[in-house]
């Protein structure tokens, strides 16, 4: 369906009407066709932001936008939109070949890294796509794939939400070019993928050690920062319950940032508002260099 934004126009002696303006819906084909949702405001003469949102293992680009309900968002504030699909395994499942713990359990050979980086590549040839601004978020497999990208191509990544998915257990494994924004998102009762870290095909570490890893990578102080004030994420808790916890003072402004989500499971309830918090966040983290 098409996004609606609503502009006031003045009328000459009357009350100011509502007009829609409808975000459009371009698809790019090839052998892995996307979508791209550009906004009824979107100027060639303009850099722009792009979002690209990952889904998680057996769901679809349709499903994560029905959960994080970005593209709203993403069109209110004059930002590209991809929310596309991996490929299909063995199993008739679409799945992103991420890291080894998530989730290629059949031994595809896809390349979702050159994937993505080509989602990039081609809105950026049609549209003003803003190089400081290009961002990843995923949830639970696509957790791990915005991770994977993370480490092989923050060169053209400013930022990733990562909720519920973790970066390589092994560290060699991730070796950013660049330094590179982080938030991880977890439940902390996360049945799916544990919050203190596990095992699927191969270990995956948890939500603190993921933390610690992006915080030695981007340079940070040696302790994160507990924050007084909490935010609210899950909908079914009252009251703001989930924890903050930031690095700070990391090199090239970057920020590594874990919001921990108490009692949690691994597809909470969002609240109204989970996806301009996480805009939010990767808007004020653009990057340094390109």
């Known amino acids: 369906a098409n ?3 609503l502009a006031v126009l003045p009328v000459a002696h009357s009350t100011p009407v509502l007009v829609e303006k409808v975000a459009k819906q371009v698809t790019f084909p090839g ?3 996307f979508t791209l949702q550009v906004p009824a405001t979107y100027s060639p003469t303009k850099a722009t932001p792009l979002i690209i949102s990952l889904h998680g293992y057996t769901s679809s680009g349709a499903r994560q936008e029905s959960y994080f309900k970005l593209g709203p968002v993403a069109s209110a504030r004059d930002i590209l939109y991809v929310a596309p699909d991996g490929t299909l395994d063995n199993a008739g499942h679409r799945f992103w070949s991420a890291t080894p713990a998530c989730c290629n359990f059949y031994g595809s050979t896809v390349d979702d890294e050159a994937y993505i980086i080509n989602i990039v590549k081609s809105v950026s040839k049609s549209y003003n796509v803003d190089p400081k601004r290009i ?4 949830h639970s497999n696509g957790g791990f794939m915005a991770h994977h990208m993370a480490c092989t191509h923050p060169d053209q990544i400013a930022a990733i939400v990562s909720f519920s998915g973790a970066t390589f257990k092994d560290q060699s494994s991730c070796k950013p070019v660049q330094l590179i924004s982080i938030l991880q998102i977890w439940g902390t009762s996360d ?16 939500a ?7 915080a030695r990578l981007d340079k940070c102080s040696s302790k994160p920062l507990s924050l007084a004030k909490k935010i609210d994420i ?3 808790i009252p009251g703001a319950e989930t924890e903050v ?3 700070i003072r990391c090199a090239d402004r970057t920020v590594v940032e874990l919001w921990s989500i108490p009692g949690a499971p691994h597809v909470p309830a969002l609240v109204p508002d989970f996806a301009t918090k996480i805009v939010n966040f990767l ?8």
């Open 3 to 5: 996004l609606v934004n």
């Open 31 to 33: 052998a892995r066709p």
């Open 135 to 138: 961002y990843i978020v995923g």
């Open 191 to 206: 049945e799916t993928i544990h919050y203190k870290g596990g095992v699927l095909v191969n270990p995956y570490p948890g």
């Open 208 to 214: 603190s050690e993921t933390i610690s890893d992006w």
């Open 234 to 236: 899950d909908r079914n």
């Open 245 to 247: 916890s930031r690095f």
């Open 283 to 290: 808007l004020a983290h653009p990057k340094v260099h390109i």
